[in-house]
């Protein structure tokens, strides 16, 4: 046998270890008590722990939930709690999250920048733990270690610190948020039971589970909603990514319903005519 057939195994799979090791890990569900559903493409699919996310996956939990908690390969945790909806990695520069609605707590390792976005703010933080409680009613961030930024993201907009053990409440509308040196009674009350016990990290002992993702169907009108009347920097997206969806009577009837709420949809539900051919000129 030649010396190069002799190596080439060796070579081989010095290669294929290098393209492993190159591979980026995804993040994990890594706790989940209760249900809880996944948003990918157009698709339901069942929340498993050992389920490996995508960037863009859309996380839905019910009234019943208790806990999911999300870990990154880098020690950065995102936990859910009940009634919540939330996208990873959202197609916002520096968010690790998007909260819509619900309950979030993001814990982020120390020297690690990252942002939690919420309707039309930003909450960064390089490390600590923060909580946030998005609801219609308003919006409430717990800076409970290390401290927080809550800003506007829109370019030049208003920025608010937060300290360790300060709580940022921002009424709906634009109301200038008050900020008290410890969190309300009414916060303490309301948070997720999970969300006040230290967990400790599972991404090394779930990671090799390799959980096949469950379809459960395609994602309905109903569920898509929220994000269809987003704010414009996420609602671009869904065109591409739903657009297929479009086709079903049920969906297209939601569509045009609320087009006023998302009119990047009108030329998918009512494209324009073609241009007509242009006649020969004549000579």
């Given at each position: 046998m030649s010396p190069i057939r002799r190596l080439l195994p060796s070579v081989l799979?010095?290669?294929?270890?290098?393209?492993?090791?190159?591979?980026?890990?995804?993040?994990?569900?890594?706790?989940?008590d209760g249900d809880a559903t996944v948003l990918r493409d157009d698709g339901r699919?069942?929340?498993?722990?050992?389920?490996?996310?995508?960037?863009?996956?859309?996380l839905v939990t019910s009234a019943g939930t208790r806990l999911v908690r999300i870990e990154f390969p880098d020690g950065l945790a995102l936990a859910l709690g009940p009634d919540t909806q939330a996208m990873l990695q959202p197609p916002l520069p520096g968010e690790a999250a998007y909260l819509l609605a619900g309950w979030?707590?993001?814990?982020?390792?120390?020297?690690?920048?990252?942002?939690?976005?919420?309707?039309?703010?930003?909450?960064?933080?390089?490390?600590?733990?923060?909580?946030?409680?998005?609801?219609?009613?308003?919006?409430?961030?717990?800076?409970?270690?290390?401290?927080a930024q809550v800003?506007?993201?829109?370019?030049?907009?208003?920025a608010q610190a937060l300290g360790v053990g300060?709580?940022?409440?921002?009424?709906?509308?634009?109301a200038k948020p008050e900020v008290s040196a410890r969190p309300t009674p009414a916060l303490v009350q309301a948070m997720p039971r999970a969300f006040m016990d230290s967990l400790p990290a599972r991404y090394a002992a779930v990671a090799g589970k390799d959980v096949a993702a469950t379809r459960q169907g395609p994602v309905a009108y109903a569920s898509a909603q929220p994000w269809l009347d987003a704010e414009p920097a996420l609602r671009k997206a869904f065109?591409?990514?739903w657009q297929a969806l479009a086709r079903d009577p049920d969906f297209r009837r939601g569509l045009v319903a609320g087009l006023k709420?998302?009119?990047?949809?009108?030329?998918?539900?009512?494209?324009?005519?073609?241009?007509?051919?242009?006649?020969?000129?004549?000579?």
């Open positions: 799979l010095i290669a294929a270890c290098g393209l492993a090791a190159a591979a980026p890990r995804a993040a994990l569900v890594t706790v989940l699919l069942a929340a498993a722990e050992g389920l490996a996310l995508l960037p863009g996956d859309i979030a707590k993001l814990n982020v390792p120390g020297g690690r920048a990252t942002a939690l976005g919420v309707p039309g703010l930003e909450i960064a933080t390089s490390g600590g733990a923060t909580v946030v409680d998005q609801k219609a009613d308003g919006l409430r961030v717990f800076a409970e270690a290390g401290g800003r506007a993201r829109s370019a030049g907009g208003a300060e709580m940022l409440s921002a009424a709906p509308g634009g065109v591409k990514r709420a998302h009119p990047e949809w009108e030329p998918v539900l009512f494209p324009p005519p073609p241009h007509p051919a242009s006649a020969p000129a004549k000579h």
